[in-house]
């Protein structure tokens, strides 16, 4: 969402620059944007569907590809069962507007319970919180980071990642003015990160221990009468019991799951009351860890009985100009289907990844054999790699819409590369509902379409069409544009168009500034409309219009951290976590030279005094052992960790055969995801444990 200023030179990319007139970036930018001219001008990025006949690929023409895909997934679908198709969707999915807008035609023919996207190993916790109290998966509070004067970051480091649901792009100027207004940054993590070296206060915290220090804090603010909730307190239910469950939480045994002393858990809560406005935000280390679901669940109640919830300079919700959360179909539910192997609820519409593999591998009615996988690389980003990509060898079928042939994709037997980035113009409708401020951007593509390509929804939009065709289903209602005397097909950009004018500013909807995608096309450094505003309870979308403190899936989930996480010893295992880097992206940036040059970033840090218990000095090649695989990788020594905690970034790993990155091939480094393991994850949220895994390490022999 940074605003660039690309320049050409003719038709080649002269330079890409930060665009100081953006009105929400300001002249904010970091190295993935630059790395853009890399993936644009990359000889090994596809620009025609390929096919795969053994090892080698061969160009085929778009029709030729389309049909094979689509009559594969009719003929599973038909011969087999539903279910026999799955798909998985990766994480560039979400910024992408058109396939958000087109890839629902596409699972209506589908109609399989095999779903399966990245957000098991990311962001699940956050939308299972939303639909449990608020009634709606993107009624999504955001720190109202400008304004507030105490902000209490766990599992986030946002000074790297630049924030996480919560956009806001320029962190580093934006913590200096928190900073200059006096207001306070406490961050708890396992390692002090970039952003903990600017915090006024910091925290080791035992990996996969955060639920036992939220719900103490919780404990100790009931426990001492500091509850205020003001605005909202007639708009709340089931607090008592949240109260009454969580009574024997206490600081004291926090303290020995946790590493944070007892006196340090009342004061962190103690310091939200105290503070004019505070915020809680906890992201990936408190999401994809054992207790993700109870981690964000607390983090929302802190939030509301310190009065933060829903309030200027604490959290509040974004009113974008495309508004998800206007829309039912999205709201979300939990088990309604369970997987067939191991019987795990669905969550928002989806199977944990964590099954996906299992789901491939076992025989059975209903096995999945028929693959499609949409701007994902799960072989890199879900738990057990390796058995996943043992899996993806097994199906009879598979197809992807990607533009790499990676670490997943080398699988698959057909793969549909989509434009690229510069390639089509853009508009962030998921990001901009999780902005620090709402305000509203189009940008018009860079390059034409090149001839004889196709964006992702046109490729979204032809499956669907030829499914709906082999199905027998009338293929303009199945596109949703059944209207009397029919219509042209609907492109992204009409729908978007659609969206803006009747969302909250929309001419439509007879907003006085009456946007419409002209407006936003005349305005392309973006429209500012203004700070975060309170919206509750008129947003809140439960039956009854109150905000639920006390999901019944979250109140049963508080026995196991009673049982695996304050009675039982902590582990003598060295626990894994995982570490981002401002020159990555997941796994997909690693073909771009300026993303990898210079030293190597891929080596595993360890704390000072664990090397020195195992005789290792600072460079050694170590051996890394899981429950389910192990790598070699060198070890670094640093005070920076927790001891008994050691980090490995993500993304990497390309070594594995088939592949077609050529510059990534040649910074390989390993893949964390060959560790981490998929039998441990939250079944409240389906989310994966890709933070605090059990390992050993040892010199590699
Ligand atoms: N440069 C760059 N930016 C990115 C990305 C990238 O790959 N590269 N990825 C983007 C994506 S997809 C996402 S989702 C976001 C993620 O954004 P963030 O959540 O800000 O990113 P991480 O750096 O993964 O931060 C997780 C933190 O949790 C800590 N942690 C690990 N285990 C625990 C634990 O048990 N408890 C606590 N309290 N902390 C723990 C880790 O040490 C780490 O500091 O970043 C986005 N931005
Ligand atoms: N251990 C560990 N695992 C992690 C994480 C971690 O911190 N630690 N982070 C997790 C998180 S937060 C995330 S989001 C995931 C990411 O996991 P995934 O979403 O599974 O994978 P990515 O690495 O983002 O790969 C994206 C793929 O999409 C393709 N692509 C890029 N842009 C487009 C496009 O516009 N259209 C199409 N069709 N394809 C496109 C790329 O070529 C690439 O193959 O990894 C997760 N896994
Ligand atoms: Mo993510």
């Not at 607090?239 to 009574?247: C, G, S």
């Not at 009113?319 to 539910?333: I, Q, T, Y």
């Not at 799960?378 to 819409?401: C, H, T, W, Y």
């Amino acid at each position: 969402m940074c605003g660039l200023v690309i320049e050409l030179d003719d038709q080649e990319i002269h330079s890409i620059k930060p665009n100081h007139d953006d009105v929400f970036s300001r002249g904010h930018i970091c190295p993935k944007a630059i790395a853009l001219q890399d993936l644009h001008n990359d000889p090994d990025r596809l620009r025609k569907p390929v096919k795969r006949i053994g090892s080698n690929w061969i160009e085929i023409s778009w029709d030729e590809a389309l049909e094979e895909v689509a009559t594969n997934l009719f003929d599973y679908q038909t011969n087999y069962s539903a279910d026999a198709v799955g798909y998985y969707i990766g994480n560039p999915t979400a910024h992408n507007y058109g396939n958000l807008t087109h890839v629902g035609y596409l699972f209506a023919q589908l109609k399989t319970r095999n779903r399966y996207s990245v957000s098991t190993a990311d962001e699940a916790p956050h939308r299972a919180v939303h639909r449990h109290m608020y009634g709606h998966e993107f009624i999504a509070p955001v720190v109202d980071l400008d304004r507030t004067d105490h902000w209490l970051v766990l599992g986030a480091n946002p000074l790297v990642s630049n924030g996480s649901l919560m956009t806001a792009p320029g962190m580093p100027r934006r913590l200096k003015s928190m900073r200059q207004r006096g207001a306070k940054l406490v961050v708890i993590d396992p390692r002090r990160t970039e952003t903990a070296a600017v915090a006024d206060e910091f925290h080791f915290i035992r990996p996969g221990s955060d639920a036992a220090l939220l719900l103490a804090m919780l404990n100790h603010l009931f426990t001492q009468n500091l509850i205020n909730i003001g605005r909202l307190d007639s708009h709340i239910e089931g607090l008592d019991t949240v109260a009454k469950e969580i009574l024997a939480i206490t600081p004291e045994r926090a303290a020995r799951a946790t590493g944070i002393s007892a006196q340090s858990i009342k004061r962190l809560a103690e310091d939200l009351v105290a503070a004019k406005t505070a915020a809680v935000y906890g992201r990936f280390g408190v999401s994809t860890q054992q207790f993700g679901g109870i981690c964000q669940w607390a983090i929302h109640l802190l939030n509301l009985v310190t009065g933060n919830l829903d309030r200027v300079g604490g959290v509040l919700c974004n009113l974008p100009a495309l508004d998800l959360a206007a829309f039912p179909s999205l709201k979300g539910h939990r088990d309604k289907w369970r997987s067939r192997v191991s019987q795990v609820p669905e969550v928002g519409g989806e199977l944990p990844g964590s099954v996906l593999a299992e789901e491939i591998l076992t025989e059975g009615e209903d096995q999945l054999r028929c693959l499609l996988t949409i701007a994902g690389n799960p072989v890199l980003s879900n738990a057990n790699g390796r058995q996943l990509e043992a899996a993806l060898e097994k199906l009879d079928f598979m197809a992807s819409i990607d533009f790499y042939i990676n670490e997943t994709t080398r699988f698959a037997n057909i793969i549909l590369p989509p434009t690229g980035h510069l390639e089509h113009d853009h508009y962030d409708l998921a990001f901009s509902m999780l902005a620090v401020r709402n305000i509203t951007k189009y940008s018009e593509p860079v390059f034409d379409k090149p001839e004889g390509t196709l964006h992702d929804w046109e490729i979204l939009t032809a499956l669907a069409t030829r499914l709906a065709n082999k199905n027998g289903v009338d293929v303009r209602a199945a596109l949703g544009h059944a209207r009397p005397g029919g219509g042209p097909m609907v492109s992204a950009q009409r729908m978007l168009d659609f969206g803006i004018q009747t969302g909250p500013y929309g001419k439509r909807a007879r907003h006085p500034l009456a946007l419409t995608l002209n407006k936003l096309k005349e305005n392309p450094h973006g429209i500012d409309l203004g700070p975060l505003q309170p919206s509750f309870p008129e947003r809140l979308q439960t039956a009854n219009k109150k905000i639920h403190c006390a999901p019944d899936i979250f109140i049963q989930d508080l026995q196991r951290v009673e049982t695996e996480l304050l009675t039982r010893p902590p582990t003598q295992s060295l626990l894994l976590i995982g570490r981002r880097d401002a020159r990555t992206n997941n796994s997909w940036l690693h073909n771009s030279y300026r993303m990898v040059k210079g030293k190597e970033r891929c080596f595993l840090l360890m704390n000072h005094t664990d090397m020195l218990a195992r005789q290792l000095n600072d460079g050694d090649i170590v051996t890394v052992i899981s429950r389910v695989g192990s790598i070699k990788v060198s070890a670094h020594g640093t005070d920076n960790l927790m001891p008994g905690v050691v980090s490995l970034p993500h993304g990497w790993g390309h070594t594995r055969t088939g592949i077609k990155l050529g510059i990534a091939s040649n910074h390989a480094g390993v893949s964390i995801n060959d560790l981490t393991d998929e039998k441990m994850f939250d079944q409240t949220t389906g989310t994966s444990v890709l933070n605090g895994v059990p390992v050993s390490v040892s010199a590699s022999g």
